[in-house]
């Protein structure tokens, strides 16, 4: 059996096109694009601003049940979609995340899609792509070094050392830098002071990127961040120490949307890579409306689970958007339903019905909380060799009894013919979901998190702890809770505890504290365990990966 990579490297050496003609499908032109190589591109501001007097056309948001380590397949679905729509004679656009470090090096993987349903090049988006992480990451770094700068030379903002909030970032998994001390060798080394690193993807600065409209109110959001509170306890904002020029001067680029493409050609704008357990794990409102204007279907994931990736974007992203989601799918493996019905890795490989009823919980919950926001929801069966079709039958007569289509997809092996009846189900969807958020910005904090617990989670009840409840008091004072909220929390589970599988209901959340990303304008609750800074594993992925002197690279997927 071929790799991704195997796949990816056949496709691009003999039918990848030039990324000219694949903009060309888009009404673009060689002048609205700034080409890195023959085979990906930024887009021009220009293009933003002037799509918008194009018509808008249907906006799909994919998205999943929790994910297993058996694996769901999320974007290698989406992405098999998108050509299967293509080959419907749609005018279809994807807008997706691009790939951090962290889980290419590590175990998750890459962002591309997988088999034949892949976005190319492969080894470049996967890898350092246009580099928009390390700008990123050197933007949020400098913030650092420009707060640490000002206290050595005289701290005249009266910055507490000990109250500073912003956090230095890697897009790398290293856990050993979740926790440091810095300015260690003396007065000309800086002010001794904690120090915490989080991964770059984590950032409230990849926040702010995916969230500005443009660059101008990038600049703006980058000004608002809260970096730390005086002596007195007074906030401290970017916009004080005037560095918010220098930072935005450093994203000028990385602002500006990435143009790839399928192993069928369907365009592909990649922009933006937040995680949905510790960020609101959506890719850019830029890339999104980019592919609402200039396509009739985009297609948008979100990341993780519907209790994640698809509720940070319904409830923060959505409202931005120049046009709300009219459906969405969900992505669901039998194999994973199995595992969440109480099975073993080696035992769901095996027919087992009970299993898949017992698990279907699971899925049922994420298609009743979609339902929840007034969209029609499609479930997209991942089907993998081994599963049975009286399984199948099974599955989808279990979604439609919820009023929801099931179709089982083969993108993997197939490409987009794989996923031709889920299309035309998509293609005869009508347009304008009666779409509603789940809760109203001018509520309280502790009852917009307690709507996302109870209704999206199924949780009992809220606990916050001492940190949390001081936080939340703060965050009331500044009068900073008139935000949405962005929960991190585990993917694995509804719950904050990763080992309670299936739709758990005895279970309460606990919120260990608040923080205020106001840059990005939401409020970051984090719960259970949940780290900012992941840790790779024992076998991480990375040492598998090799190239040789003819270029040719090896072990990546």
């Not at 640490?148 to 790398?172: M, S, Y």
């Not at 702010?208 to 000004?223: E, T």
């Not at 357990?277 to 980019?290: E, Q």
């Not at 993780?304 to 459906?327: H, N, Q, R, Y």
Request: hydrophobic share 40%; glycine share 8%; proline share 5%.
């Amino acid at each position: 059996m071929k790799t991704d990579i195997q796949i990816a490297q056949e496709n691009e050496s003999k039918d990848i096109q030039p990324i000219t003609k694949v903009a060309a499908k888009l009404g673009l032109e060689s002048a609205d694009l700034e080409l890195y190589g023959n085979y990906k591109a930024k887009i021009n501001p220009a293009v933003v601003e002037k799509s918008k007097k194009q018509s808008m056309g249907k906006l799909i948001l994919v998205t999943a049940m929790n994910p297993t380590p058996a694996g769901e397949g999320k974007s290698t679905v989406m992405i098999g979609l998108a050509d299967a729509l293509q080959q419907l004679q749609q005018k279809t656009v994807v807008a997706m995340r691009e790939p951090s470090l962290g889980p290419v090096m590590g175990i998750k993987g890459g962002a591309a899609g997988g088999g034949y349903a892949q976005v190319v090049p492969m080894e470049d988006i996967n890898l350092h792509f246009t580099g928009d992480m390390h700008a990123l990451t050197a933007a949020i770094n400098t913030l650092s070094a420009l707060i640490d700068n000002h206290i050595q030379h005289g701290n005249q903002l009266q910055l507490d050392p000990r109250r500073i909030t912003w956090k230095r970032a890697l897009d790398v998994n290293d856990r050993a830098l979740r926790n440091v001390v810095i300015g260690l060798g003396g007065p000309t080394s800086g002010v001794v002071r904690e120090d915490h690193f989080q991964i770059t993807v984590a950032s409230e600065m990849m926040a702010v990127l995916c969230l500005a409209q443009n660059r101008s109110d990038l600049k703006q959001k980058i000004g608002q961040i809260l970096i730390g509170y005086t002596y007195d306890q007074e906030p401290v904002f970017v916009k004080d120490l005037h560095a918010e020029g220098a930072l935005t001067l450093l994203l000028k680029d990385a602002i500006k949307p990435n143009l790839v493409q399928t192993l069928e050609h369907t365009p592909v704008i990649m922009h933006g890579g937040p995680f949905a357990n510790i960020a609101h794990g959506c890719n850019s409102i830029i890339a999104t409306n980019l592919a609402l204007h200039l396509g009739d279907l985009a297609l948008t994931e979100a990341g993780f689970g519907a209790d994640l990736g698809a509720e940070k974007f319904l409830d923060i992203v959505s409202p931005k958007l120049d046009k709300k989601p009219d459906a969405a799918v969900i992505v669901a493996t039998i194999r994973s339903l199995k595992y969440n019905g109480g099975l073993s890795l080696d035992e769901i490989q095996k027919p087992n019905l009970t299993a898949l009823k017992a698990g279907f919980a699971n899925l049922k919950r994420h298609i009743l909380n979609m339902k929840q926001y007034g969209l029609p929801v499609l479930v997209a069966i991942n089907r993998f060799s081994n599963d049975t079709d009286d399984e199948v039958k099974l599955l989808q007569q279990l979604c439609q009894e919820l009023g929801a289509a099931a179709y089982p997809v083969t993108v993997h092996q197939d490409g987009g013919q794989g996923a031709l009846e889920l299309a035309q189900a998509i293609v005869d969807l009508p347009k304008a979901a009666a779409y509603q958020r789940l809760y109203d910005d001018n509520e309280s904090i502790s009852a917009k998190i307690t709507h996302v617990a109870h209704d999206i989670y199924g949780a009992q009840q809220v606990v916050f702890s001492t940190a949390a409840l001081r936080q939340l008091k703060s965050i009331e004072q500044h009068g900073w809770d008139k935000m949405p909220i962005c929960i991190a929390k585990t993917q694995y589970s509804f719950s904050d505890d990763p080992h309670q599988l299936g739709a758990p209901t005895d279970f309460d959340l606990h919120v260990q504290s608040i923080v205020p990303n106001l840059g990005a304008g939401f409020l970051v609750v984090l719960t259970g365990n949940v780290l900012t800074m992941p840790g790779l594993p024992t076998k991480p992925a990375a040492l598998n990966m090799d190239i040789n002197d003819q270029d040719q690279i090896t072990g990546l997927f």
